[in-house]
């Protein structure tokens, strides 16, 4: 069985279902550990927040202790837990995302090296594995739509693996990959976006903004520019998205005239690139996040003002 400090750092808590056995748990505990970094992000993925992620992290150890088998591949077995454990998850979810009031953001999740000491599994993560804007397109497709196409472009994952997971045919499987793509508007793997690139843009999108600049600020937004922002109905937001470049840069130049004295910009990582984060009496209040176009310039602004999910990012 696994001691005090192996449950704490895998996160399971006591004993678990496998109370009564001990043959193999500490080479058990061991490939979950190896593995851990995917089974949070294959769930946070599908579920768009930490705590849930958490959750699913925690029931998918017991879960795999709980197995009395010896497992030839645990990467994939783990996924395919985590997979089905995540998809439940998501259908209570769905509901409570029904009643939320405006717009809903994944929650941002701190990565690179200012989460090493918290998380380390999150400090490993990438833009092309947990990027706001990846995240928010993927909004669009079914549960399993988006477990499949997450598990094949993603973490790379063969057909019989993903329909072992969906517990589906492998037709049905090429068959959710497809319709994904598809509705995705990407027939192609996904690339990650170059961080130096993303920076310079953040930087040049934050000063344009705060300096007041409205032509420098127009010439970076893309023509297809929309502004999403998420306020849970505890913080003020728009209720819906803000599409344009005329209208994205007259409500930025108006939240900088009316917070930028009293907010102080920080350069963070978040998703796996570079973000900032508007600080008010020494507590984050708002954090914007980019998505770039082709050309580089800005084609999605992303602020999430939520101070429920903005609380792993205070301190």
């Given at each position: 069985m696994a001691n005090r400090s192996e449950d704490a750092a895998l996160g399971a808590g006591g004993a678990g279902p496998d109370a009564g056995?001990?043959?193999?748990?500490?080479?058990?505990?061991?490939q979950f550990l190896?593995?851990?970094?995917?089974?949070?992000?294959?769930?946070?993925?599908?579920?768009?927040?930490?705590?849930?992620?958490?959750?699913?992290?925690q029931e998918s150890y017991l879960r795999w202790r709980a197995v009395p088998e010896p497992v030839a591949n645990p990467r994939a077995y783990l996924a395919r837990i985590a997979?089905?454990?995540?998809?439940?998850?998501?259908?209570?979810?769905?509901?409570?995302?029904?009643?939320?009031?405006?717009?809903?953001?994944?929650?941002?999740?701190?990565?690179?090296p200012d989460a090493l000491a918290s998380d380390p599994e999150a400090a490993a993560l990438t833009a092309g594995e947990v990027s706001t804007a990846m995240l928010v397109v993927l909004q669009a497709l079914t549960g399993p739509e988006r477990a499949a196409f997450l598990l094949h472009d993603v973490f790379d994952f063969g057909y019989p693996e993903i329909a072992a997971a969906l517990d589906a045919g492998e037709p049905a499987a090429r068959q959710m990959v497809h319709r994904a793509r598809v509705r995705l508007r990407s027939g192609t793997p996904r690339t990650a976006p170059d961080t130096g690139e993303h920076r310079a843009a953040v930087q040049r999108f934050l000063a344009a903004a705060m300096t007041g600049k409205?032509?420098?600020?127009?010439?970076?937004?893309?023509?297809?520019?929309?502004?999403?922002?998420?306020?849970?109905?505890?913080?003020?937001?728009?209720?819906?998205?803000?599409?344009?470049?005329?209208?994205?840069?007259?409500?930025?130049?108006?939240?900088?005239?009316?917070?930028?004295?009293?907010?102080?910009?920080?350069?963070?990582?978040?998703?796996?690139?570079?973000?900032?984060?508007?600080?008010?009496?020494?507590?984050?209040?708002?954090?914007?996040?980019?998505?770039?176009?082709?050309?580089?310039?800005?084609?999605?602004?992303?602020?999430?003002?939520?101070?429920?999910?903005?609380?792993?990012?205070?301190?």
């Open positions: 056995l001990s043959s193999g748990l500490p080479e058990r505990n061991s190896n593995h851990r970094a995917l089974v949070f992000t294959i769930a946070y993925d599908i579920l768009g927040t930490v705590a849930d992620a958490e959750d699913v992290v997979t089905r454990q995540a998809l439940n998850s998501l259908r209570a979810a769905s509901r409570r995302r029904e009643e939320y009031p405006g717009e809903w953001l994944p929650e941002p999740l701190r990565t690179g409205v032509h420098s600020l127009l010439d970076l937004l893309a023509p297809e520019v929309v502004l999403v922002s998420d306020g849970g109905g505890k913080a003020s937001a728009a209720l819906r998205p803000v599409h344009g470049p005329e209208k994205v840069a007259r409500l930025m130049l108006g939240l900088a005239g009316k917070y930028g004295a009293g907010a102080v910009p920080e350069f963070v990582e978040l998703n796996g690139l570079p973000a900032v984060a508007f600080r008010e009496a020494g507590a984050v209040t708002t954090v914007f996040q980019l998505g770039l176009s082709g050309d580089g310039r800005v084609q999605a602004v992303f602020a999430v003002r939520n101070p429920d999910k903005l609380l792993r990012l205070q301190g």
